[in-house]
C-alpha cells in the first residue's frame, strides 16, 4: 500500500500477510483525511490499528502524534519495525492490547481524531464511544470505519455528524455531546 500525502508520499507500506488485517483502500483514506483537514499538531489515537496505514499517513500529514493500540503481537512486532524503518519512533506510540480495554491506559488525555477500523459485522461500531467514555479518554472527533451496511445505534452522549460511503465502506464521524 502506498502513502497517498505529506513527507512520506509515494512511499510503500508492506502490510502484514495475518488474517483478518484488513488495510483501509487508498480512495478512503484520501477522503478521510480531506474531510479531517490540516492535521499538524493534532494528536490521534487509534483502535484496531492491524495495517497501520492509518497511522503513517496521519503523521505524514503532519500528525504531532499518533498511539495505536492492536492485539494481536505479530502484528505489533510489525508496526513495531515500520515505525523504526520511517524514522516515526519519536511521534507513534505502541500499546499491544484490547481496544476495549487499553484506553483506560490513557485515562485523562485528549486527542484531537479517535479512528478506529474494528473486524466488520461483529457489533463492536457502536460500543466504542462508552469504551472511551468509561475510560476517561475524550476527542475532539471520533471516526469509525466499518462496512456500508451496517447500520450502528450510537450510545447517548453521541451525536453522527456525518456518514460517508464508499463502495462498501462507511466512515461515521461522531462528536460527543456537550455535558
Not at 27 to 37: D, E, H, S, Y
Not at 68 to 91: C, K, T, Y
Request: hydrophobic share 40%.
Amino acid at each position: 500500500m502506498r502513502i497517498t500525502a505529506g513527507h512520506l508520499r509515494g512511499r510503500i507500506i508492506t502490510v502484514p500477510d495475518i488474517p483478518g488485517v484488513r488495510p483501509t483502500p487508498s480512495k478512503v483514506r484520501q477522503a478521510l483525511f480531506n474531510i479531517l483537514g490540516d492535521l499538524h499538531g493534532c494528536d490521534m489515537l487509534e483502535l484496531f490499528s492491524g495495517s497501520g496505514l492509518m497511522a503513517v499517513e496521519a503523521l505524514s500529514r503532519g500528525a504531532a502524534s499518533v498511539t495505536s493500540i492492536e492485539m494481536d503481537r505479530r502484528i505489533v512486532g510489525g508496526l513495531a519495525a515500520m515505525r523504526r524503518d520511517l524514522d516515526l519512533e519519536d511521534q507513534w506510540h505502541l500499546i499491544c492490547g484490547d481496544a476495549r480495554k487499553s484506553p483506560g491506559r490513557l485515562k485523562g488525555r485528549h486527542f484531537d481524531v479517535v479512528f478506529a477500523d474494528p473486524p466488520y459485522g461483529k457489533g463492536i461500531s457502536d460500543q466504542i464511544p462508552a469504551w472511551l467514555d468509561a475510560a476517561g479518554v475524550s476527542c475532539g472527533q471520533l471516526v469509525i470505519e466499518e462496512e456500508s451496511r451496517a447500520e450502528p445505534v450510537w450510545p447517548a452522549g453521541w451525536t453522527e455528524m456525518q456518514a460517508r460511503r464508499y463502495g462498501g465502506t462507511c466512515l461515521h464521524f461522531l462528536g460527543a455531546e456537550e455535558a
